[in-house]
């Protein structure tokens, strides 16, 4: 199958790897061009603009860090919507906001092409393992379509609605629901600690049952051992990013989301303070702080 | 081992049970006396009041539904404190809060008796089961003495602490952080279904990877479901007693607690309007009422 | 008139001394007998008991800090329920519980006895003034025979409902809502500071139009000359106190009051930081800090 | 003095004819150029274009409802800044986010210009007798050579700093306290209704005192008489769009604003239910449904 990726930053790396190695035809593009080497000695072609990459097949794969990327590269002369063909496929796998991607699933259909919302659960070593939650959505045959890439790329695709802004809702709701479960593990912490509890013993007990899963093992252990100012594995700054995308996709959707205000407020402390490029259970930090601990 | 038990509801006569099924010699009470008829006719030894079950060994299990009827029956002159031996140790194994707690060991105290908290998570039939998680929190000698009961009646046993207060505060914290989560899962819910994803859809997301755990599974299923009118297994107004020992907890502890506030609020509008004995879930029934769903 | 008056705190001895002066026949007690020192010199009648206090006219006064301080007067063979006489009236001049005051009226009603709830707004100056609000809650017949008394202490009058419950409904919406403006000035005034407006020239823009009123002018002030930590009108412990009367009166209401909650948290951690005694303005320093502001 | 006006709603209509009356010698813009017939009759000079209104005087104020249409006409080679002259004055006077209203004031130093903010305090009435509240920022020598047109629209001038963003914060830090004040009010005329008090007595209550201020006797009022399906003053979508502008600021200040984010979720709910044109105070409406009340 003859696919463009566009966007190589270590996730896109990872993800067009697995397509590659699926035996695909792969066109690749990144602006900063010595991203795609790695690829392109490995077999990728190469391609010099937005345009060839979304020219090369009937499919073409962003996987951007923002909207203003997106935003810039489809639009334009140069940009996606002008270079792809007529019936063609953008699967975008980036996490956007729900507006973009409205707004982007119109301008493609006003061209006459698609767009299939596909934005992806897992960090980069997942990815790299092919493992990757994939929330597939957009009108049916088109999933069907890229299929075959998405069991490349990962471990599982949820077919998650008729509309690539359903499949945004989706991951959006995911990250909001995390970070509501970070700041709800800074509060139960912090009570824990002040009542003789060692952060160890509570993580113990939390995911020992109720909250056996990755999102209080991880969170938690980070927590339990006061390491949030170690190495981000999502920096703060990026979470009120995501936090802020849930609340526009609240508002958009006439959603009220109180839980996800509380840790918007925590970021933005802890960001105030100078913590914005730290991990985000810095929000546990800023709830320490409020309880008399770690001043 | 000789233990006196008091308190047989659906999860006291579990308890007490796997106790007797042990091979301990068990001395049981409750106000309700043909509450412990089973257990009398598998061997027992029905204690006629309070005192008696409390004298009938070293170690006195209490597991009552609420702070008032634990407090009334350890004082006064018939009661557990006036029962109970020099050096006896009483194993309170409700959910009770902070300050009974505080206050009830401080009194063992005075009369030369140990105190030992030690609430449990998981429900009436895992607690038949003989899988309850508990959460010891007291003198290292006591609670070690207290082990093979502990064993009797559950899976694993933490040890939460050296004061009974710390067990309770764990306990607290671990309900406080669920309905956090029953809260953040009606929001997430709210917009992913307005945005177009089946409520299974997105349960099968959230539980598949980072919320693959017992609280997201059980309760996430009754809310993607809309089943919250259905049988209750723990009801808004329970559900709001715990939350009001967290907040208590978290106040005399100086602990801000935020997110529990939000459920908080949610599980009032619940009740104001008559569904206090549904589901605690209904508060993603009144998430998705302030979202214009379910007028 | 003849008039018991219980409860010579500052409060209550300008109240009382307000009576006096306006010619009625006072009895007086307080458990620290020596306040009451100055009253008697002018005229009042030393009670030696709650008793005789309440024997002494067909209407009694309490003006007490708090439930339990009223609770245990009222109660017992020497308390006020069993002192009045049948058809005397019960004035409760401070700010209590919902549920205290709902089951005094009903315990008075059963000894055919009426009370009235008349909590009060303005501080001891203004009581010495004779300047008091008064809220005043119960039936209409006695609030009338109360009205010379209401008169001597009071600049205004408020008819608030037919039962007392109602009366300390409206004085804990008044100190909720005085909460909720202190809260949200915090955050206005750290939003204008950090944007480089000067705290007085926020405080003018806010009291010369829109926010013209006594609670923006005195606690506007205190915020804007960071004076949180000088002189407390109004501790932050006592503010949390009141705080908590609002929360169980919206549970027991059915009414959520989510604003409330975040004053709940502020207060909270600056209790926490050993802040209880400093006036409850703290809630702005703890806001401040948040903002990174006030390290 | 000559000056530009751009922007003749309701608001600049008003404000443009006291700068007329006062005999200031005055060019209007208007995209809908009608809304300046009446100006123009008075003796007014209609401007064609923005650049026109630009170049008639060294101060051109501009009146606009949102970011977009400001934004709009600053930029291009038609725009405000390509026609003002080195060293004139823009003065905007509409409610803009902190963002635009430092980029613009940076756009407007790259060209030698200078930027005055100047949000306003009142309402159409209130602008139309010249009595406005004024909060000016920007270099001091700017603002003063503003003062006479500032006296012709408003009753006081407040200094608000020393930069346009500053102004812009305190109008934001204005319009998001009173929310929060509406919110807190529901909260409290909730509470007080649910007890037996009714909202006119509630009303007086309030206003006779503590919060007697417009603020709370005007919205008050809508609330106690639950008028808030009636004409609207302020609607809930454009109080959403100034708590947007506030959480922003916020978010760019560094501040957590976690009563504003109350306020946020009753208006997102309002709005989800169809009321987003009606007066914002249904923040109230929502409060008494989630308290059971207006069904």
Known sequence: MKVGFIGLGRMGRA????ILAAGHDLAVYNRTAAKADDLVARGATRAGTVAEAARHGGVTITMLENDRALSELAHGADGLIAAMAQGAIHVAMGTHSLSLVKALAAAHADAGQVMVGAPVMGRPPVAEAGQLGILAGGPEAAVATCAPLFEAMGRRTFAAGSEPAA??????AV???LACAIEAMGEGFALAEKCGVAGATFLDILTDGLFAAPAYKTYGKIIADKAWLGEAGFTATTGLKDINLALAAGEAAGVPTPSVGVSRDRLIS???KGLGDRDWTVMALEQAR???LED
């Open 167 to 172: 499949a945004a809702s989706a991951k959006i």
């Open 290 to 292: 409020a309880s008399g």
């Open 270 to 272: 802890a960001i105030a």
């Open 15 to 18: 993800m067009a790897s697995r």
């Open 175 to 177: 990250n909001m629901m």
